[in-house]
């Protein structure tokens, strides 16, 4: 199966302490490469599905936390992010494209000041 990205974003009825957020993220680090973006946001490069990936998070929260897990393009969003996560994102994006087209241009290129 081919990796995709997702955003996995937690939102937590009580707020969690941090071995709690450490648990989440070694979790996701058995299931593909990840960086969390924000406290309780992560985006994962993974084999697996969102199906896949909620069932491996489910057990680790409570009936009252929700999550949810999005398919993101990563061609395809706008935004601003530090430099290290547009490489992180731009890294694996430009690694997975390279088999069947040419690199896009860089997330941060899309904000560069026009003249």
Same mark, same amino acid.
């Given at each position: 199966m081919a990796? %995709? *990205?997702? &955003? /996995?974003?937690?939102?937590? @009825?009580? =707020?969690p302490t941090e071995a709690?957020? %450490?648990?989440? @993220? &070694?979790? =996701?680090? /058995?299931l593909g490469d990840w960086?969390? *973006?924000g406290g309780?946001?992560? =985006?994962? $490069?993974?084999? +697996?599905?969102? %199906?896949?990936i909620y069932a491996a998070l489910a057990g680790k929260l409570s009936q009252? @936390?929700?999550? =949810?897990i999005v398919n993101?393009?990563?061609n395809s969003y706008s935004g $601003? &992010?530090?430099?290290? /996560?547009?490489d992180w994102i731009t890294q694996r994006r430009d690694g997975a494209l390279k088999v069947i087209s040419p690199? %896009?241009? +860089? *997330?941060a290129s899309l904000f560069e000041p026009k003249p």
């Open positions: 990796k %995709s *990205f997702y &955003a /996995v974003m937690i939102r937590w @009825d009580i =707020l709690k957020v %450490s648990e989440i @993220d &070694a979790t =996701l680090g /058995v960086l969390r *973006f309780h946001n992560w =985006l994962i $490069w993974s084999e +697996s599905t969102p %199906s896949q009252k @936390d929700s999550e =949810l993101f393009d990563p $601003w &992010a530090p430099k290290w /996560v547009d690199p %896009s241009p +860089s *997330f």
